[in-house]
Every structure is written in C-alpha cells, then in structure tokens.
C-alpha cells in the first residue's frame, strides 16, 4: 500500500508540473504543447492502471480472507466482484494487460465461486480476447493466462460432451424404433469384412432397402477391388448425416448407422 500511495503522490506531483508546462508552453500548435499533452495522457492513463491493480490487490485480499473462513458471505462475494468489475472499468482502452487479468479473476469468480457459467465464459473469452492482442508477446507463463485458457478449454469440453449427451438421448428411441432394420444391416456389414464380395454385398442392401433421398443408380454389377474402394467412398458421401438434416431426424439417425458402416468397410480397404 505504502509503494501504492508514494506512486500516486509522484503522478500528482508530475501532474502538476505538466499543467505548469502546458501554461507556459505557448500556442497549442506548437510541437512542444503537443508533447506536453501526449505526457499528460501518459500520466493519467499510468494513474488509471496503478488505480485498478491496487483495485484488484484489494478484491484478491478480500477473498482470500472470505475464502479461509468457514461461512462464505454471498453478499462479500458480490461485493468483491464489483472491485474487479471496478478494476476493469478503470483500465479500458488504457491498459489492456490489467484489464484482461481482471476480467479473468472475474471470470473465475463466476466459474467456481458463483457457479454461473455463462458469465464466467463471457469474462474469461474477454480477457482471451484481450490477450491475443498482446502478440508475439509470450503470456503462458503467466498465471491468469494459464487459468483464463484451461477454463475455455474445459468449457468447450463440456459444450462438446454436452452436445453429444443430447444428440444421444434424442437418438435413443429412434435407434429403437430401427432396431430390426439396424441388427441386418449390421449381419450384412460385418459378412466377409475383409473381402470385395462382403464389401458388395453391403452396397447393394444398402441401396436397395435404403435408397438415398437424392437421385442416384447404384451398378455394382462391375466392382473390382479398386472400383469397390471407390463406391464405398462416394455411398460415404451419398448417406453422411450432415447431408440429411432436410429429410428428417429419423433419416438421419438411419443414415448415421450406415455410414459407419460403410467407413468401417472404406477403413478395411486401405
């Protein structure tokens, strides 16, 4: 606190002598009342920045007591993320290095301390975002970078996981309802796994009892090796889900289950 006040008292005193220069520096088109006002910027901007890490001492101070006691007050814990909210407001377009380690500790309150997701994604992607501009300098090393960066990771994590657990759960009873129809085709798929007859084999079910919603002739009366490799590809492309959304879920789903399949035997012919 002590290096805090003897910075301010200096800044004053510096701010001073500027308004002192800027009264005797003559008009305002000379290049010296120019330098003299780009000082005066310097000056307030340092000031700003040495206002919100003192803000931000304060809030790490602050929780860390409220952290260490037995019962958390929700209502300190607000309080506390104002400081940093404070620290951040007090460093816009000044200092972009505090402004992100602030709103990655505002971030990490949302994220473990306040249990709000969302928030704690917005301020972490914030400061990212602020950091990314501080290229080719290097910020790994540097602890809130580290947490700011595991955190979006973790989140995109979870997003993925989190799309994949709906995806599933809005297949289950469509898998079920295709369950006849998935237990032949998955007999026909793994006939001869390894051969061109069971690769053959494969495709012509598939096209038969399973026409692609797109117009298209399947002639597997002339499928060497190499000719059945590449209608195992192009069926890929015929029946990729990403392709099928229009024709409604249940297609999908059933166009999920044949392509894997298909990318099954593909796999077998390299």
Sequence with gaps: MS????AIQFLEYSNEETQ???KYAGTTDSALW???RVMEVEIASTRCSCESIRMRHQADTFLEEELSQDGMSIGMMWTILDMYKEAVLLTRDYDIENE??????MGKMFDKILKMRVKAHESYRAAFDLAQTLL???LNNYTWFKDTKEALERFQRNI?????QREEAEKAPILKKLEPELKILQTIANFELYSVVGAQKLLKHIYEKHPPKTPYKFDGSKLDRVATHAALKEAIVNYHPDRQAVFGIEWKVLCGEITKYLTQRYEHFK
Excluded: K, T
């Excluded at 290096?3 to 003897?6: C, G, L, M, Q, V």
């Excluded at 992100?100 to 500790?105: C, K, N, P």
């Design 100 to 105: 992100a380690i602030a709103l990655s500790r």
């Design 34 to 36: 120019a330098e003299i």
């Design 160 to 164: 993925v996981l989190e799309e994949q």
């Design 136 to 138: 080719p300098r290097d």
């Design 20 to 22: 002192m220069a800027i």
């Design 3 to 6: 290096d805090f006040r003897a």
